[in-house]
C-alpha cells in the first residue's frame, strides 16, 4: 500500500488500472485490425493509418465506387457506408462517426478534418424522385460536402445538394437541405441558423 497525491493505492487498485490500459490498447488493436481486414476484402476501399472500425460496421460499394477514409478516424458501431456505382465518399482525417450512423452516395459525399457524427445521423446525396412508384428505383442526387470540423448532433438528417460550413454545429434531429454558413448552430425542420459564434449569445 502506498500513498498518491494523498490517496492510498492498494496493489489491487494498480493491478485493476493496468487491466484497464490494457484493454484499452486491446480494444484499439482490434479496431485497426477490423479496419484493416475489410480495406483488404473490399475493393475501392482506401484507409489512411490509424483508421478504426467497431464491430458490425458495414461497406458497400458498387462498381468503380471510391470509399476514401484518412488518419485516424474511427467508425462506431452498426455504421452503414454505401456508395453506388461510380459513386465517392470521402471522410477526412480525424474524423467520428457514431453508432448507427448512415453516409450514402450515389454521386459524392466529402465529410471534412475533424468532423463528428452523432448516433443515428443519416447523411445522403440522392432522393427517390417524387411521383415515380418506388418499385421504379428512379434516383435525384446532387453532392453533399460537409466542410472541416463540423458537429451533427443526435439524429440529424443531411439531404441532397447540402453544404455545411466549417466548424458549425446541427443541432439533435434537424432536417438540413441547402447551404449553411461556417461557425454557426443551426437546428429545426428545416435546419436555420439559430446563432454564429462570432456574437454573443
Known amino acids: 500500500m502506498e500513498a498518491e497525491r494523498g490517496r492510498v493505492v492498494t496493489a489491487a487498485t494498480r493491478s485493476s488500472r493496468a487491466q484497464s490500459v490494457l484493454a484499452r490498447r486491446a480494444a484499439t488493436w482490434a479496431a485497426h485490425g477490423r479496419a484493416q481486414l475489410k480495406s483488404v476484402l473490399t475493393p475501392g476501399l482506401a484507409l489512411s493509418h490509424d483508421v478504426g472500425f467497431a464491430p458490425r460496421v458495414r461497406v458497400r460499394l458498387g462498381a468503380g465506387a471510391r470509399l476514401t477514409i484518412g488518419a485516424g478516424s474511427y467508425i462506431d458501431e452498426g455504421c452503414v457506408l454505401a456508395v453506388?456505382?461510380?459513386?465517392?465518399?470521402?471522410i477526412g482525417p480525424g474524423c467520428f462517426l457514431g453508432h448507427h450512423c448512415t453516409i450514402s452516395a450515389v454521386d459524392r459525399i466529402e465529410v471534412g478534418r475533424g468532423t463528428f457524427l452523432a448516433e443515428m445521423v443519416s447523411v445522403r446525396d440522392h432522393d427517390h424522385i417524387?411521383?415515380?412508384?418506388?418499385?421504379?428505383?428512379?434516383?435525384?442526387?446532387?453532392?453533399?460536402?460537409?466542410?472541416?470540423e463540423v458537429w451533427l448532433a443526435s439524429k440529424v438528417t443531411v439531404l441532397r445538394g447540402t453544404v455545411v460550413g466549417?466548424?458549425?454545429?446541427?443541432?439533435?434531429?434537424?432536417?438540413?437541405r441547402g447551404d449553411i454558413p461556417p461557425r454557426v448552430l443551426a437546428a429545426g425542420i428545416p435546419a436555420t441558423v439559430r446563432r454564429r459564434f462570432d456574437e454573443r449569445a
Open 130 to 148: 417524387v411521383g415515380a412508384p418506388p418499385g421504379t428505383g428512379g434516383l435525384v442526387s446532387t453532392p453533399v460536402r460537409l466542410e472541416d
Open 166 to 176: 466549417a466548424g458549425t454545429t446541427v443541432a439533435a434531429h434537424a432536417v438540413v
Open 84 to 90: 453506388a456505382d461510380g459513386g465517392v465518399i470521402t
